[in-house]
């Protein structure tokens, strides 16, 4: 049986963070400006906090909101699916294209409920064919017919879960760089205008260096 809840599977991941900032910090452990002469001046050390930066960061809670809605809606495709397992091919597929929308038409409202009441009809059928002691011919080829469709469902099921896995993924992987790129860019373009050659992050640092935490937060969130 294929694993029908996509987003718990998925929570895990989302559920962490977009981006780990330990990640960032590793690129900090030395971020030197290069175009700055290390031995033409003195160098001077800069410091950001970057934990406090990627959770101060308008974009990540709206990327992690535009997470949240992509596995909640491929969930819900999920879960319609495992739910509509004797539907035709071409059924399913339409159940698959009204559950992914956001919101539906008074008409694809219709469209849907039609679509539940011809599952509960072959499901009817289905459990009437099966007390039949014994079944004639046509009703065991109508039995077999429709438990051929439901495991091409469940068939169904197993692909699209890995396919969706995958989508998820990708889209966190895109916003995730996103937001790495920002902060490294607001980082460099803070540290240039404080004329600081070099950069570390807080959890590097015992003592001295000047904190430009705050200055990258409000770059990145566009504050004066």
Known sequence: MPCLCIFNRLERCFGEMLVRP???SLLLLVFVIASVPLFAQQTTIGFVDVQKVFQDYEK??????????????????????SQHKLLSEAERTQLLDLVGKD?????EKDSLKALDDRQKALDQ??????????PTD?????????????????????KLS????KQFNA????????????ILAAIEAVAKDKKITVVIDKIAVLYGGTDITQPVIDKLNKKK
């Open 162 to 165: 890995d396919d969706f896995e």
């Open 103 to 107: 919101t539906l038409t008074d008409k």
């Open 138 to 158: 046509q009703e065991k080829a109508r039995l077999k017919e429709l438990m051929d469709t439901s495991n091409k469902t469940d068939e169904q099921l197993a």
């Open 171 to 182: 889209k966190k992987d895109e916003l995730s760089k996103v937001i790495r790129d920002d």
């Open 22 to 24: 330990f990640s960032i």
């Open 60 to 81: 990540t809670a709206a990327s992690n909101k535009t997470l949240e809605a992509l596995g909640k809606k491929l969930d819900a495709q999920l879960q319609a699916l």
């Open 125 to 134: 059928e289905l459990q009437t064919l099966q007390q039949k002691n014994p």
